[in-house]
């Protein structure tokens, strides 16, 4: 069994859609992160959690400590956001989830 | 400067050369990483450097040698490499968030 699991692997959605992409790991952490790839491009680094919830723009992540759960939303999906969503859980290395290829439809 | 920069972006290599990756940040992450990614595949962690000491090996061939001479930079020579090492080479840093460079599009022929 993968010590973080994603799900969906792929998810392909209409503009304007409410997105959640759910992250679940099996190991204690110090922080979790949400990462955006594009295609054929390097990684960017949305989001360091280590308890609650942020908020930047129209993406929304939320983690739960004692469930050893977070989710990344993101609202009013738009083209421009299809990308692939890889959550990492950090503790003396950093451990990868598969990734959601995510594909918002215009 | 909250950029990771690797060079170069593309290397075609033959099974025989020897060639080296670089990576440089200026943001005084002391915690700077090397992943091997293949196409539609999640990073794989090949080496983590902290405080510019080798703290992470994971199980990676001898054909490939990390090496981080300061605090901003770090290299990965590359020799006798087998077709299979074909992949994205991102190399990452870390104060807390993790900042990847653009990666380095490797062909071995």
């Known amino acids: 069994k993968n010590e973080v699991e994603q799900s969906p692997q792929n998810l392909t959605a209409q503009e304007g859609e409410f997105i959640t992409i759910n992250c679940s790991y099996s190991v204690g952490i110090s922080a979790l992160h949400w990462l955006q790839q594009h295609p054929g491009g390097g990684i960017v680094s949305l989001f360091m959690l280590s308890s609650g919830k942020k908020k930047h723009g129209r993406l929304i992540a939320t983690i739960n400590i004692q469930e050893k759960h977070s989710s990344l939303h993101i609202t009013a999906s738009h083209p421009r956001d299809s990308a692939v969503y890889i959550c990492?859980?950090?503790?003396?290395?950093?451990?990868f989830g598969k990734g959601t290829r995510l594909h918002i439809l215009p | 400067d909250t950029e990771v920069t690797q060079t170069p972006k593309h290397l075609v290599m033959g099974m025989t050369n020897k060639k080296s990756l670089k990576c440089e940040q200026h943001?005084?992450?002391?915690?700077m990483y090397w992943y091997k990614q293949k196409a539609k595949k999640p990073p794989e962690l090949m080496f983590v450097?902290?405080?510019?000491?080798?703290?992470i090996n994971e199980s990676v061939p001898s054909r490939f040698s990390p090496e981080c001479p300061n605090s901003s930079l770090l290299n990965l020579h590359l020799h006798a490499l087998q077709p299979e090492d074909s992949a994205l080479y991102l190399c990452?840093?870390?104060?807390?968030?993790?900042?990847f460079g653009s990666g380095t599009q490797l062909s071995v022929l």
């Open positions: 450097y902290s405080y510019e000491k080798l703290s």
């Open positions: 990452a840093s870390s104060g807390g968030k993790l900042f």
């Open positions: 990492a859980v950090r503790d003396d290395k950093i451990i």
């Open positions: 943001m005084g992450h002391r915690a």
